[in-house]
């Protein structure tokens, strides 16, 4: 009962489907969180000199190499994360990863302040059909608005589909750039940087179009414990920490077996 208690909604499936996104507060426990995020920082100390307390050691922006060696991230599949991928993937109809979270690090101090990222990605190609895996962002430190928080356009997993359909095969990230730039003005103006523009009312609180399908940009935040479940053919770009305080969150992918 307690797994069914925490899958999807109507709305969040809803949402997930219109949006490609979904907050998902306190989908792993605070012990948990807190247990995962004190071993990322012994990484951080042990292998990068970055220290918890000492904010001038954090001379990395992007500290790499934190990727888990054994189960130290097990706790990112929750109770609630299984029963998501039940889901959608099926009871018994998808395995876990060899290892699970994958670290995803920003320090601050190193940007002046946030705009909108110029250039996006897909971390898969794109095919007509949803591919049959669930993609997961988990929130380990409270994440501000500007503090470093995956972006994401909202509603581009839609617009990405209906491309891929229309080519007639699978598309990577050139080439969903390169088609999206020469047929749709909002994106062509994403991926430019003109002096003096707002880029944050554009992109961010003006809704935009692409191929028919409102999209605007949007980016990961929240508290400790929250996941954020996304589309898995979302476009998306790493942002900037113009914050105080470092952005700490695990990324991972379920697949169907």
């Keep these: 009962m307690e797994a069914l208690r925490a899958a999807l909604t109507a709305d969040q499936l809803e949402a997930y489907a219109l949006e490609g996104v979904v907050r998902l507060p306190g989908a792993v426990p ?11 920082w012994k990484r951080l100390e042990s292998w990068h000199g970055h ?15 934190l990727a888990a060696r054994n189960n130290d991230f097990a706790a990112m599949g929750s109770t609630c994360v299984r029963a998501i991928a039940d889901q959608l993937l099926g009871a018994g109809q998808w395995k876990d990863p060899e290892r699970w979270g994958l670290p995803m690090v920003t320090l601050p101090g190193h940007y002046d302040r946030w705009d909108v ?16 895996m669930v993609r997961l962002f988990l929130i380990l430190a409270p994440l501000e608005p500007g503090g470093g928080g995956t972006g994401y356009i909202a509603g581009s997993h839609r617009v990405i589909r209906q491309l ?3 080519e007639g095969a699978p598309l990577n990230t050139g080439m969903v750039r390169k088609l999206l730039v020469a047929r749709e003005p909002w994106y062509a103006a994403l991926e430019s940087r003109r002096k003096d523009e707002d880029r944050v009312t554009r992109f961010m609180s003006d809704d935009g179009r ?3 399908v409102p999209v605007r940009v ?8 929250d996941m954020f479940l996304m589309d898995p053919l979302m476009m998306h ?21």
């Design 30 to 40: 605070a012990a948990d969180v807190e247990a995962m995020l004190a071993t990322l």
């Design 51 to 65: 220290w918890r307390d000492k904010p001038a050691t954090w001379t990395k922006p992007h500290p790499a190499q």
């Design 117 to 132: 990222p110029c250039k996006w990605h897909l971390d898969i190609a794109a095919t007509p059909e949803p591919p049959r």
């Design 164 to 166: 891929a359909r229309r």
């Design 210 to 212: 692409l191929d028919g």
């Design 218 to 225: 949007c980016e990961m935040t929240g508290e400790p414990g």
């Design 237 to 257: 770009a790493t942002t900037p920490n113009a914050g105080a305080s470092p952005r700490m969150m695990l990324m991972d992918g379920i697949y169907a077996a």
